[in-house]
């Protein structure tokens, strides 16, 4: 799980610690094994040439970039 937010700095870590709080309360295996946050947000995940979706399906039916 990857948590990408506008105001990073202060959101996304926010967001995904009470995430991983609400993971530990539920004693079901939610199957996921890391929670992390965009260092750049998406900006910095599409400048670095990771790959980005451009298909206007919700959610995402296309293997392009």
């Known amino acids: ?3 990408s937010i506008m105001i990073l700095q202060v959101r996304g870590p926010s967001c995904a610690h009470m995430f991983l709080d609400y993971l530990s309360e539920v004693k079901e295996d939610a199957g996921i094994n890391k929670v992390m946050v965009l260092e750049r947000g998406f900006n910095g995940w599409h400048a670095s040439g990771r ?4 298909c206007t399906d919700a959610p995402c039916t296309s293997d392009s970039t």
């Open 51 to 54: 790959p980005v979706c451009h």
């Open 1 to 3: 799980m990857c948590f």
